[in-house]
Structures are given as structure tokens and as C-alpha cells.
């Protein structure tokens, strides 16, 4: 959720996507991971680049 707000509003800032757009990008990133549990600081920092990535596709 944090890296998929982050980028979110990141790019709100930056006027590249609308206010109500924030809600859409985290969403459709919650849903495109499964829960991971006990996961290690190599894990999390591997599911936040991919986050990052997915919503920099153009």
C-alpha cells in the first residue's frame, strides 16, 4: 500500500493523473499482490520496485 501511495501521489503532484486517480492506482496495486507473510526486507523492497514499475507503465 505505502510504495503504491507514495508513487500515487508522486505523480498527483506532478499534475501526470487526477486526485481521484490516487484511489484507482492503489487499489488496482493491492490487488495485483498477495499477502506474503513474514515477509524479509529483500522481499518487500522486490514487491515495491515491482509496484513502482507497474504503475510507470505508460
Known amino acids: 500500500f505505502n510504495a503504491a501511495n507514495e508513487r500515487a501521489v508522486a505523480k ?19 490487488d495485483a499482490h498477495a499477502v506474503i507473510p513474514d515477509p524479509d526486507v529483500l522481499t518487500i523492497l522486490a514487491v515495491e520496485k515491482e509496484v513502482y514499475a507497474r504503475i510507470d507503465q505508460p
Not at 498527483?12 to 493491492?30: A, H, V
Open 12 to 30: 498527483f503532484l506532478k499534475g501526470e493523473i487526477t486526485f481521484t486517480d490516487i484511489y484507482r492506482i492503489i487499489e488496482n496495486s493491492m
